[in-house]
């Protein structure tokens, strides 16, 4: 099946795709924290407009309150706290260096290739276009994770667990047209608390190490030495 | 006929690059709350290079003055193989683009030659950035040429560009990243901020001026021209692959009327962007270049990617 | 049905009610009673399943069978011990200063919350809200671990949360791709519904179901705290309260590996190939093993034991993983007595730890000597857990090794060899804890030592003679999860 054969809101939400995996890239390779933020909230937004859409062509009113709980969440709030943070703890202006940004960077073009290969099975009962949906929700949460790993900063991990969830939801809307409301709604929620308590973190982990650098969180260990 | 056509594109090309880079500098200029000189300021730059003596060091050799011939002309014909109103013209049928590049490497490896050939510090370190940059440059370009060309099953641009026009508006993912990755390229590539500063010869930082340092009279004029030239044939190659409507697909004077007004508008619109991206944006350290283009790379390679796995057929 | 909505009402009203009640004298005992009248709540839901048989709420919400029942009342029970502990044991770190009435509030508040989330992930008939209350565990009990507010437990709670944040995430995708192959066969809205996916679970495509199960056991493991994604559990169970540590080891782990069994059961019905159990084999045993080595290289005492746990329930996890009728049982079983020992221990450990002042193994010194009952609480639970008989535990391994003879006659080794270096790692640590010379300036302290008696004495008799109640319900969830009973 050619893309030229298939429904404009199936082209759409490709390229929607597309950019959901390219946003997740560009956030892999951020050293600064306030565009890191900002390109997380442009991720959320792609993920507003997506679920817009699929709510639209598919004429699934449930789906409005997904995007809009979405636009709220993840779009205007948590980018807002976090921002707020890297504002208050000064940090806007520094840069942090990441070692190996081209190893990290084909790291994330592997999992990609990896996510495909690990949900290649799923073509055989639907089409190519779950594939692809389902495949690049599955990289951005890996891609999250890989940020998680590259980067330092607390608040920059906060972004890499966002962004999973994110990976999450753009699996949800695109292959399932959305969970059902019940299950969507506590998702929002504990992604609400969630956010809620990183706030609540950051103050204890300012407090305690006087710096939102996760690596000088290393005093315990699985032996002791 | 189809061979005046083709020649009358030529020339079109030659005569309204300069134009083009007097729009940017006036956009760009406004934009900075100056006061901007004529969009026909860089026509009499050119003529005025060309009535002033060429002054030449003692140490030249004769790669150094025929340099900017080579240049000029090499570019000259990288611009036949770009359809610039209309597609399917002789001179653009009979290569591809990947001559095109060919031309543009050719020119550049001149271009080197020359900075090098008078042996002073500027030029051999302008000729060795120029390399490195290209060096990286090309490839991200060719990913994202290549994701075009494998989309319309053809390396001919005349060609893809019909592919592109007749298959009406698809939504492609690649597309979204090639566009992206050849965006960047061009900027790397006409060396403008943030990779390198047009508007200036005294920073350590220079790259494209360091190397024409030497240069004056008719040969400064030919490598400016030169040089204002791939501006635009980046500039065509944008907007004419990926928004190829209103090229001119039959020959008549209307259409290429037509063609010729589109062309316009779009490059007059994509410089506008470029003003505001040069207005905005500050000049990056020459060591972060790399980054940058290997984004650009990165880009290509996504879009290549999602071509193969999103859009392929199965 | 009543029985169950109340079960999910009385924590939810706790919670509200420290919320706003605050800190006061006697909120630890009303903390204990609320617990209690939960339990009685479970029981007469018990009562009910074990005498109408499988209860599936109006909306098909709430599903209560034999398999969960049993794990309600547990948790039940376990929370409610565990209260009767905690109310002392907080009293004494707000005495010495560890504590402010604020962080009592919030403790008393989030424990209603956890068990609100424990209650509600054994309940629920919706993949999705099981998830959604076992990410609401984590959400509930992060605060907790960092109660203290030192550098290290601050540290503790942030692995704790971004890892099992990250962990139940895999899980969360793993519920998608269930979902994705439920929505394939119809039914939309009610496709996540355990009930249905269970009935139609032939009709899954079997691919995408073993996709989904990987992502769901990575998922549900790290809260299981399966090696290798272990790391957060010892951290979280040493920095944390003492009585939060215990109900983490007794009900969290367990309640984990309910949901990856409720999932092998509709993976196991959609596909022909043992995918699932081979998987929770190898996890199970790299874990038990693994586990049973860090045993010995552990100096803080509540780290020693978190080890212990992660042991255990790896133990259960491969159990699970054989699954046949006797592997099933024994597993089952082995979550009883485990949760039992287990925070039966912790209980002795945080009062151990009072008692010296540290949780450094090699401070704790004398325990029998400075006080009795306390040390004799820590041997005998010790005993209990390392798998010595008369216990349940003792039993339970037993019937593991029993079945793993039958099954997989050469995993027998490896597994021997694990209890075996378990063993000597918890005795070798132990043993001078308990006996020795009492240290300069160590005085008893006021101690419940209720709850540990209560469940040695159950993990005694379980070890004994299985009664028949008990034994008629261990052997209809046997039938439900393998397909055929033991007995």
Same mark, same amino acid.
């Not at chain 2, 030029?123 to 989309?151: C, D, K, W, Y």
């Given at each position: 099946m050619n893309i030229e054969q298939l429904d404009f809101y199936t082209q759409a939400i490709l390229s929607m795709a597309a950019l959901v995996g390219l946003t997740s890239f560009l956030m892999l390779g951020q050293g600064r924290l306030l565009r890191l933020i900002f390109v997380f909230a442009m991720q959320g937004f792609l993920l507003t407009l997506t679920t817009a859409l699929a709510a639209y062509s598919l004429n699934n009113h449930h789906l409005y309150i997904s995007a809009v709980l979405t636009l709220a969440l993840k779009v205007i709030l948590i980018p807002w706290m976090l921002r707020r943070e890297v504002l208050?703890? +000064?940090?806007?202006?520094?840069?942090?260096?990441? +070692? +190996?940004?081209?190893?990290?960077?084909?790291?994330?073009?592997?999992?990609?290739?990896?996510?495909?290969?690990?949900?290649?099975p799923v073509v055989q009962s639907s089409s190519v276009v779950m594939l692809n949906a389902l495949a690049v929700s599955l990289s951005v949460m890996l891609l999250g994770m890989l940020l998680m790993i590259s980067h330092r900063q607390a608040i920059a991990h906060v972004v890499g667990f966002m962004s999973i969830e994110n990976g999450l939801f753009f699996a949800a809307i695109v292959a399932t047209n959305g969970m059902p409301m019940v299950v969507e709604l506590g998702v929002a929620f504990d992604v609400l608390v969630a956010a809620v308590l990183f706030g609540i973190f950051f103050l204890h982990i300012r407090t305690s190490i006087d710096s939102l650098d996760v690596d000088l969180l290393n005093k315990l260990h699985e032996v002791d030495k | 006929m189809n061979w005046l056509i083709a020649v009358l594109q030529t020339t079109l090309f030659v005569a309204l690059a300069p134009l083009l880079a007097g729009w940017v500098k006036c956009c760009k200029c406004r934009l900075q709350n100056r006061?901007?000189?004529?969009?026909?300021?860089?026509?009499?730059?050119?003529?005025?290079?060309?009535?002033?003596?060429?002054?030449? @060091?003692?140490?030249? $050799?004769?790669?150094?003055?025929?340099?900017?011939?080579?240049?000029?002309?090499?570019?000259?014909?990288? !611009?036949?193989?770009?359809?610039?109103?209309?597609?399917?013209?002789?001179?653009?049928?009979?290569?591809?683009?990947?001559?095109?590049?060919?031309?543009?490497?050719?020119?550049?490896?001149?271009?080197?030659?020359?900075?090098?050939?008078?042996?002073?510090?500027?030029?051999?370190?302008?000729? @060795?950035?120029?390399?490195?940059?290209? $060096?990286?440059?090309?490839?991200?370009?060719?990913?994202?040429?290549?994701?075009?060309?494998?989309? !319309?099953?053809?390396?001919?641009?005349?060609? !893809?560009?019909?592919?592109?026009?007749?298959?009406?508006?698809?939504?492609?993912?690649?597309?979204?990243?090639?566009?992206a990755a050849l965006v960047l390229v061009a900027i790397a590539e006409t060396g403008r901020i943030p990779v390198d500063n047009p508007a200036t010869h005294l920073e350590l930082t220079m790259i494209h001026e360091a190397m024409i340092l030497e240069y004056s009279g008719r040969h400064l004029a030919l490598i400016e021209w030169a040089s204002q030239l791939k501006l635009m044939l980046y500039g065509v190659l944008i907007a004419n692959i990926f928004l190829p409507w209103g090229i001119a697909e039959s020959f008549g004077v209307q259409a290429l009327g037509y063609g010729l007004l589109a062309i316009m508008g779009k490059l007059a619109v994509l410089a506008v962007f470029l003003a505001i991206a040069e207005t905005l944006v500050a000049k990056m350290r020459l060591f972060r270049v790399q980054e940058y283009l290997s984004f650009a790379y990165l880009l290509g390679l996504l879009g290549m990617l999602s071509h193969i796995i999103l859009e392929a057929a199965r | 049905m009543i029985a169950a909505y109340l079960v999910l009402l009385i924590p939810l009203v706790g919670i509200l009610y420290f919320a706003l009640a605050g800190h006061r004298e006697d909120t630890g005992k009303i903390n204990v009673r609320f617990n209690g009248i939960c339990l009685l709540a479970t029981i007469w839901l018990a009562i009910n399943v074990l005498n109408q048989g499988t209860i599936i709420s109006s909306g098909r919400a709430f599903l209560i069978d034999p398999f969960n029942v049993y794990l309600i009342v547990l948790t039940a029970f376990v929370g409610f011990t565990t209260s009767i502990f905690s109310s002392p044991y907080m009293e004494h770190e707000k005495e010495i200063g560890k504590l402010s009435d604020n962080r009592l509030k919030l403790y008393h508040s989030m424990f209603q919350g956890f068990m609100l989330a424990m209650y509600l992930v054994l309940t629920t008939n919706n993949m999705g809200i099981m998830w959604v209350a076992m990410e609401g565990a984590t959400l509930a009990t992060v605060l907790l671990v960092s109660l203290y507010r030192t550098p290290e437990s601050i540290e503790a709670a942030w692995k704790y949360f971004i890892l099992c944040g990250v962990g139940i995430a895999q899980a969360l995708f793993g519920t998608i791709l269930l979902y994705y192959a439920a929505v394939q066969i119809g039914d939309g809205e009610n496709a996540l519904l355990w009930s249905v996916l269970y009935e139609n679970a032939d009709k899954l495509n079997p691919e995408i179901l073993e996709i989904a199960f990987v992502f769901l056991l990575i998922g549900y493991g790290t809260k299981i705290g399966l090696v290798p994604l272990h790391n957060w559990l010892p951290d979280a169970h040493s920095e944390g309260p003492t009585p939060m540590s215990a109900v983490l080891s007794g009900l969290?782990?367990?309640?984990?590996?309910?949901?990856?069994?409720r999932n092998k059961m509709l993976v196991d019905g959609a596909t022909d190939s043992n995918m699932a159990g081979y998987l929770m084999m190898g996890f199970g045993m790299l874990s038990f093993l693994v586990a049973a080595i860090l045993l010995h290289r552990q100096k803080d005492i509540k780290r020693l034991f978190s080890y212990s746990s992660i042991e255990h329930m790896g133990l259960m996890t491969f159990s699970f993983g054989i699954g046949g009728p006797l592997a099933t049982f024994a597993a089952l079983l082995h979550m009883t007595v485990h949760s039992l020992t287990k925070s039966a221990i912790f209980v002795t450990v945080g009062h151990a730890a009072q008692l010296a002042g540290t949780q450094r193994i090699d401070q704790i010194r004398g325990l029998i000597k400075t006080q009795p009952k306390i040390g004799w609480g820590l041997l005998i639970g010790t005993i209990a857990i390392a798998g010595f008989p008369p216990f349940g535990v003792f039993t339970s391994e037993f019937l593991v090794l029993l079945a793993t003879m039958h099954s997989y006659p050469w995993l027998t080794l490896p597994l021997l060899l694990g209890i075996g270096i378990a063993f000597a790692g918890l005795f070798r640590h132990i043993q001078p804890m308990v006996y020795g010379d009492r240290p300069e300036g160590q005085n008893p302290i006021t101690a419940n030592l209720w709850p540990v008696t209560i469940h040695l004495a159950l993990v005694l008799w379980l070890g004994l003679a299985i009664p028949g109640f008990l034994a008629h319900w261990f052997s209809q969830a046997t039938l439900l999860i393998s397909g055929s009973t033991p007995l």
């Open positions: 208050k703890m +000064n940090m806007h202006r520094d840069i942090e260096a990441l +070692n +190996n940004k081209t190893a990290v960077m084909m790291g994330g073009a592997s999992l990609m290739v990896f996510s495909y290969y690990v949900l290649h | 006061k901007a000189p004529s969009i026909f300021q860089p026509y009499r730059d050119l003529l005025k290079l060309t009535y002033k003596q060429p002054v030449v @060091s003692e140490q030249a $050799s004769w790669v150094f003055i025929k340099a900017p011939y080579i240049i000029f002309s090499a570019t000259v014909l990288a !611009a036949t193989v770009v359809p610039l109103i209309a597609v399917d013209l002789p001179t653009s049928a009979s290569a591809d683009v990947i001559v095109m590049v060919g031309f543009f490497a050719f020119a550049r490896f001149f271009l080197a030659l020359a900075g090098l050939d008078i042996g002073t510090a500027f030029g051999g370190m302008g000729s @060795s950035r120029e390399m490195t940059i290209s $060096s990286l440059a090309e490839p991200a370009m060719l990913m994202a040429i290549f994701t075009l060309t494998m989309t !319309a099953s053809t390396t001919n641009l005349s060609f !893809a560009i019909s592919h592109v026009l007749n298959e009406g508006l698809v939504l492609r993912p690649s597309f979204v990243f090639a566009l | 969290l782990l367990n309640d984990a590996l309910y949901a990856v069994v």
